[in-house]
């Protein structure tokens, strides 16, 4: 069981899996920065002032000033400005995930589709060509 263990943490799929958990947390650190630090308090301020950090609704009849205050006093509320901030970081990473993947996609090489693919003769479905049966429909191929 050890051997096996060891085959199967070595094997490259593993280890490239391991090294991009490790990195994308890393860039979601960044991003969650970036949306906190830098692009939601310039937003606020063309939105009339607004700390976006600092949105809450109060459930409590405590009254209280800040989100700060109501975390420390252990109130019950709904932080939907931390919400805001979690959409953009999401809209970010998504983004960026999307740029990535188009990048990627366009220095690989692209795959030729079969110009006169194989089809079953009863569904009409594309067959590989050494089938002897339709994956599709179960009929028996000639």
Do not use: W
Request: charged content about 20%; hydrophobic content about 50%.
């Amino acid at each position: 069981m050890v051997e096996e263990f060891k085959k199967f943490i070595m094997r490259g799929n593993v280890l490239d899996m391991a090294v991009g958990v490790i990195i994308g947390a890393a860039f979601g650190k960044i991003v969650t920065s970036f949306v906190s630090d830098i692009l939601m308090p310039p937003l606020g301020l063309i939105l009339g002032k607004v700390d976006f950090s600092n949105l809450f609704i109060n459930l409590s009849s405590t009254k209280v000033e800040t989100f700060a205050e109501a975390k420390d006093a252990g109130l019950p509320v709904i932080a939907y400005g931390a919400f805001l901030n979690n959409v953009v970081d999401f809209l970010i990473v998504a983004f960026a995930i999307f740029m990535l993947i188009k990048q990627v996609n366009r220095f690989m090489p692209q795959k030729e589709a079969d110009p006169d693919p194989r089809t079953c003769p009863y569904c009409k479905e594309v067959v590989a060509d050494d089938a002897t049966r339709c994956p599709h429909c179960t009929s028996e191929l000639k």
